[in-house]
T-cell receptor, first 114, second 116 residues
Framework: AQKVTQAQTEISVVEKEDVTLDCVYETRDTTYYLFWYKQPPSGELVFLIR??????QNEISGRYSWNFQKSTSSFNFTITASQVVDSAVYFC???????????FGTGTLLAVQP | DTGVSQNPRHKITKRGQNVTFRCDPISEHNRLYWYRQTLGQGPEFLTY????????KSRLLSDRFSAERPKGSFSTLEIQRTEQGDSAMYLC??????????????FGPGTRLLVL
């Protein structure tokens, strides 16, 4: 079975702080894909980043960076120098094997205070 | 290029009525997905089309739910005899046919359904 766990329900930070969102996944597939999506109050899910299971290289894209570790089945996401506009619910998602469906975690509500 | 669009954005209906939602994917995206999201939860997969073929359906999709994509472009999701438990946000997503990109799904704004 596939599963995504986001243990952090809510996080509150002050603007300009760095914040890391945790994600742990379970899958028996050898090929899979991991994603982070952002859902602002407007409700639309916005694609942020994607990582393939065969590529563990961690990257930085602007203020976003991610840490993918297959050994611990974790795919953590960091926002550097957070801004009020980063306030949203962030979802980690898994797409594995032959299936094309996304399995989502329950989300982490990030509140960035000015 | 415009994103995924969904209509209506909001729907209020009475229990027992039928409702239909429409999704227009990003042009040239051959894959289309429907998800349902209830308050405080992540989206849950309902069904998936590749072109006009419905290739996968979730057990969540009871016999009151039907989805179509007749010409491989837009899709409709119909709920018959709505129940209060159907109240949720219904999200549509599409993904491109390009190898190495087809797993990335782009979502529409959703249709929020309230069943009274």
């Amino acid at each position: 079975a596939q599963k995504v766990t986001q243990a952090q329900t809510e996080i509150s930070v002050v603007e300009k702080e760095d914040v890391t969102l945790d994600c742990v996944y379970e899958t028996r597939d050898t090929t899979y894909y991991l994603f982070w999506y952002k859902q602002p109050p407007s409700g639309e899910l916005v694609f942020l980043i994607r990582r393939n299971s065969f590529d563990e290289q961690n990257e930085i894209s602007g203020r976003y960076s991610w840490n993918f570790q297959k050994s611990t089945s974790s795919f953590n996401f960091t926002i550097t120098a957070s801004q009020v506009v980063d306030s949203a619910v962030y979802f980690c998602a898994l797409c594995g094997g032959a299936t094309n469906k996304l399995i989502f975690g329950t989300g982490t509500l990030l509140a960035v205070q000015p | 290029d415009t994103g995924v669009s969904q209509n209506p954005r909001h729907k209020i209906t009475k229990r027992g009525q039928n409702v239909t939602f429409r999704c227009d994917p990003i042009s040239e995206h051959n894959r289309l997905y429907w998800y349902r999201q209830t308050l405080g939860q992540g989206p849950e997969f309902l069904t998936y089309f590749q072109n006009e073929a419905q290739l996968e359906k979730s057990r969540l999709l009871s016999d009151r739910f039907s989805a179509e994509r007749p010409k491989g472009s837009f899709s409709t999701l119909e709920i018959q005899r709505t129940e209060q438990g159907d109240s949720a946000m219904y999200l549509c997503a599409s993904s491109p046919p390009l190898a190495g990109e087809q797993e990335t799904q782009y979502f529409g704004p959703g249709t929020r359904l309230l069943v009274l």
